[in-house]
């Protein structure tokens, strides 16, 4: 398709529109032995599998929001959906105005899916060779080509790598790469897919200034994913948690932790040790060091004023800190909580199959390629 034919996407919405959005999958179930698999051939026991059930939210132009949860909760599949590599099971969805499942070229050229997890460039090849690459497949000008990839090897600090073979490079280079090829074409949508997944602590935060820095200069609209609560912490104000494929949270960070956070700690410096059982009567000791001159308790938030103030009067106190608990905490929190199973049926998506089946295939290439090939 010409770049002439192609349409550019509009809306003046929500640029990320979901409703009740569902992706089931039906799995077969074969007990052991001989006798069970020759049984199998003519009744096969199934299991239906809700990977994401029936979820609802909508994100501005420009947010950085954070999607959160365990292993199995949806987080990728949902991705996948708002990306086009996988059609809805029920619900509707909408980026950039449009059907993603429909793959139009238009909204492709849009949209990039970058994943941690998953190689997209050629492993033998230069990255360079990946880049040039990408360059035809979403027809990019060749002047706008060289500035943005100037831009970005510049941000990244990828040095002379764009001439060594993929496979040699490190870890952290390749990510970084991987992040070029996938903003070429300066998409207004980016999902992330654990970005920084096993990446060292330097490489995380270049990568999470540069992603900072993107966000302020050209208003990308970002959905992350990831299990490092850095990341989080630092690049997103909203977060969504989702688990068993349900939301079960949506908004700010403070919130999250004034909803979930049950209790405080509070950091003491003594000017005389302090015997260990003396301050378990006021909180519950999570650190005893210095032979009694330092100590971490936690208490519930709704008494930690007084527990402190009882430090205060009682003790020699040098200096006394009280923070919140860690993101990462007050997520474990709330996966304490998961909600039951629903059984209750979802409406059909106009255009995607009635229910899981043949048609609910999932291509495991990178995500932007994928969606650049599919379109072109």
Same mark, same amino acid.
């Given at each position: ?15 990320? @529109? !979901? ?14 032995? &001989?006798?069970?698999?020759?049984? /199998?051939?003519?009744?096969? %026991? ?6 994401? @059930? ?14 959160? /949860?365990? =292993? ?11 990306? /086009? ?18 793959? %139009? ?16 460039? *050629? *492993?033998?090849?230069? +990255? ?34 764009? /001439?060594?073979? !993929? ?11 991987? &992040? ?11 999902? &992330? ?32 994913? $990831? ?5 989080? %912490? ?8 989702? @688990? ?10 403070? #919130?999250? !932790?004034?909803?979930?956070? =049950? ?14 059982? #003396?301050?378990?009567?006021?909180? $519950? ?22 527990? +402190?103030?009882?430090?205060? =009067? ?5 200096? &006394? ?20 199973? @629903? ?34």
């Amino acid at each position: 398709m010409s770049k002439s034919s192609v349409t550019p996407v509009t809306t003046a919405g929500p640029v990320i @529109d !979901v409703a009740g959005l569902c992706k089931y999958y039906r799995t077969y179930r074969k007990p052991e032995g &001989l006798r069970a698999a020759i049984g /199998g051939l003519f009744h096969r %026991e199934t299991t239906e599998v809700r990977a994401v @059930d029936g979820i609802s939210f909508s994100v501005e132009a420009g947010e950085m929001v954070g999607f959160l /949860g365990p =292993n199995g909760a949806g987080k990728t599949t949902t991705l996948k959906m708002l990306s /086009g590599l996988l059609h809805p099971t029920g619900g509707s969805v909408r980026v950039l105005g449009s059907l993603p499942f429909r793959r %139009e070229a238009a909204f492709q050229r849009q949209i990039a899916l970058v994943m941690g997890q998953k190689n997209g460039l *050629w *492993w033998d090849l230069p +990255a360079m060779d990946s880049f040039v690459l990408n360059r035809e497949i979403y027809e990019v000008p060749d002047a706008r080509f060289r500035a943005t990839l100037a831009e970005l090897v510049e941000l990244l600090e990828l040095g002379d790598a764009l /001439g060594t073979p !993929v496979r040699q490079l490190s870890l952290g280079q390749r990510m970084k790469c991987e &992040l070029v090829a996938a903003l070429l074409h300066r998409p207004r949508v980016l999902f &992330l897919d654990e970005p920084t997944i096993g990446l060292d602590v330097v490489v995380q935060r270049r990568i999470r200034d540069f992603f900072r820095l993107y966000n302020e200069r050209y208003e990308t609209t970002v959905l992350l994913t $990831s299990h490092y609560m850095d990341d989080v %912490e630092q690049l997103c104000r909203r977060v969504m948690v989702i @688990d068993h494929g349900r939301l079960v949270f949506d908004g700010g960070l403070a #919130e999250l !932790v004034d909803r979930h956070a =049950n209790t405080k700690y509070v950091t003491v410096v003594f000017g005389q040790p302090v015997a260990r059982g #003396e301050l378990e009567t006021v909180g $519950s000791v999570v650190a005893y060091e210095e032979g009694g001159r330092r100590a971490t308790l936690s208490m519930p938030r709704e008494t930690h004023s007084r527990g +402190a103030a009882a430090l205060l =009067n009682t003790y020699q106190v040098d200096d &006394l800190d009280i923070r919140e608990p860690g993101l990462e905490e007050v997520i474990a929190q709330v996966f304490q909580h998961r909600p039951p199973a @629903d059984t209750t049926d979802t409406p059909d998506i106009p255009g995607a199959p009635d229910r899981p089946g043949a048609a609910d295939t999932v291509d495991k290439t990178a995500g932007h390629e994928i969606a650049a090939k599919a379109g072109a």
